[in-house]
Structure formats: structure tokens, C-alpha cells
């Protein structure tokens, strides 16, 4: 019998392993630290591994990480050489992150904050709305994330580019590769981070980059939108941004330290909208289910699907 364990210190994974357990009765499945006979161990299951542990079982075939990103396993410097990685890539994942980006927009769009505050002071103040069309929005990172959100985005009408290392083609989506990043930006009214974590996007989100986005569109100044990884983004630049006007606004799922400090003046800002890396969870029974079914087809002879490149760090 093949032999399952998870490893996440930072989480307890006993839903997980029930949920694995059903969805692969034939597995063997353990938590680490209480993994039994390393040898017996061929596929582990991990988000941030404190280093030697995953190395520690010597006939891994196959390493599988609980989220789309995988920053949280690569971070593990031991890694076993040449066992393969492979991330999660799921519908359910997916959809609730287009559900994320478009809730976003649509709440910048539509102005929302504005009316709350009106709302919480029983104001009648109504302000001029404006037609997705004369809108544009800006994907960084065109991945399985991004292109969905990029084609739900342009089926409701808003103007659609999206920026990644390789061109795409996306109908209805402009695209651009990794060389037109400034005319990707000029022509952004609202920019959304869907990248990964690696050490070309660390701190990408910054002044420099703000300053070159479009000031033409119907809400006067930028709005930005980060659900990728807060290592991405520079949070003493957003609030200096968002004070001097190079930013209208700010969504902001993911932050350089998570969860985000109490003391952090991004909480009370009326102009950031916060969510505590919320916006596409990890169903344990979704992805376990996904899990099982790669080792199945795995175990048949198929290739492995979803492999992370450990030398593009995605
Ligand atoms: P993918 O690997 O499918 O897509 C990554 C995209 O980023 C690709 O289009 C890639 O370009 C582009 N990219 C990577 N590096 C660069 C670079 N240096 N310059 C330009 N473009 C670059 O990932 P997913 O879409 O599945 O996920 C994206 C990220 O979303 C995850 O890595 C994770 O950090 C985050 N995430 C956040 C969640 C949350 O709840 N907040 C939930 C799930 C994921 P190319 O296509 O050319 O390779
Ligand atoms: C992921 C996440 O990477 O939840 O899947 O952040």
C-alpha cells in the first residue's frame, strides 16, 4: 500500500487527512510528525515544511502542494533534488478567485465604499457612475488564476489587459509579455496582482510602478488589487501612494507578514479594503480529491500534470 503523510506545522491537517482517506481509501495516511516507518512513505502533502522534514522520507515519488502557490513549499531550502512538484489547479480554487477579483472591481467600479460611508451617515449622496467599457483593468499574471478572471472580467464589459512573462492570447484580453510592463501600466485604471511569489516579483507592487499607471480612467486615480502574495507589495509605498493621490484605493488580500499587525495602518485606512488571505480557500475536500486523482492517473503510468519549474520558482 502507498503511504500519504501531510506535512503543515502551521495548520492541524486532521480534516485533511479524513478527507484524503475517503477520497483515496487505498492510501495510507499520516500526519507528520507522527509519519511511522519513513521508508513506507511515497507521496507528502505540505505548505511550509520546516526544513529536513520532507527530505527525511528517502522514497517520495511525487511532493504535492495545498495551494496554487507554492512559494509556501519552495521556501523549504532541503527539498529533496529531482522529486517532482506539483501545485493545485482546481475549478473550485479558480472560481472563487474570479468571484474574489470581480467582487473587487465591481465594488471600485460601482464606487461601493463611497456609499457605505454615505449610507453610515444617512446621506442621500448620490455621484456619477460610469460604464464598464470606459474602464480598464490590468491582470498581472496571466496564469490559470488570471486568465479566468480576465475572460469574467471582460464578459461584464470592462476593457481587459493582462501582463505576463509569455504573451497570451486571451479573446477579448490584450496581452502583454514581460517586456511591455510600461505600456501594460499606462493603459491600467484598476491593476490586479495574480503572481506568483518569486524573487522577480518581490516587491514589484511599489512607487515607482504606481506611478505609471493610467490617470485617465473615469475614477481619477489608480486603484490596485493584490491577492498573489503580500511579498509582492510594498506597504509602506501604498500608504505614502494612497496619501499623496497616486493611488485612489487599495484591496489588499495577502501581506508581507501574515497575519497583518494590529499595528498596521493599512487596517484603519478608509481607503483599503482588507481580507485575511481570503480570497480563494483550499477546500480539503476539493483538493484532496484533486490530489487522489493525480496519483491515480500517476500510479497508471500517466504523466504528471501541474508540475512546479523549482527554477521559475512557479
Ligand atoms: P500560474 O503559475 O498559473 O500563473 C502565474 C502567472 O504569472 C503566469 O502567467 C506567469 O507568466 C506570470 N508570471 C510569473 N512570473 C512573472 C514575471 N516575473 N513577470 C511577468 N509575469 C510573470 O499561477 P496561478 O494563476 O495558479 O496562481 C497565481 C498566484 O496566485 C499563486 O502563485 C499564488 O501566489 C496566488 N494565490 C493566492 C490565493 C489567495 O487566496 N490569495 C489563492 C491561490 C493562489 P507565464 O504565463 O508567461 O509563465
Ligand atoms: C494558495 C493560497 O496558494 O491559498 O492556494 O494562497
Known sequence: MSALVFVTPTWDA??????????????????????????DVTYACAWLPPPDVVKSF????VIFSLGAGVDAILSD???????????????????????????????????QRRLDDAQAKGEWNSFPQHAAKDLSVGIMGLGVLGQDAARKLAMLGFNVRGWS?????????????????DAFLSGTDILVSLLPATVDTDGILNTALFKKLSRRGPLGAPVIINAGRGRQQNEDDILACLEDSTLLAATLDVFHKEPLSTSSALWKHPRVTITPHAAADSEPATICSYVAEQIRKF??????????DTKRGY
Do not use: C
Open 77 to 111: 531550502p532541503t527539498l529533496p533534488v529531482g522529486v517532482p512538484i506539483v501545485r493545485v489547479n482546481d475549478p473550485d480554487l479558480t472560481n472563487r478567485m474570479s468571484e474574489y477579483v470581480v467582487l473587487h472591481v465591481l465594488m471600485h467600479h460601482r464606487q
Open 165 to 181: 512573462r509569455t504573451k497570451k492570447d486571451i479573446p477579448g484580453v490584450e496581452s502583454f509579455d514581460a517586456a511591455g510592463l
Open 299 to 308: 500510479e497508471a503510468g500517466a504523466p504528471l500534470e501541474n508540475l512546479v
Open 14 to 39: 486532521t480534516s485533511w487527512a479524513e478527507a484524503m482517506r475517503k477520497a483515496a481509501p487505498g492510501l495510507d495516511v499520516s500526519i507528520w510528525p507522527d509519519s511511522g516507518k519513513a521508508e
Open 58 to 61: 528517502p522514497n517520495l515519488k
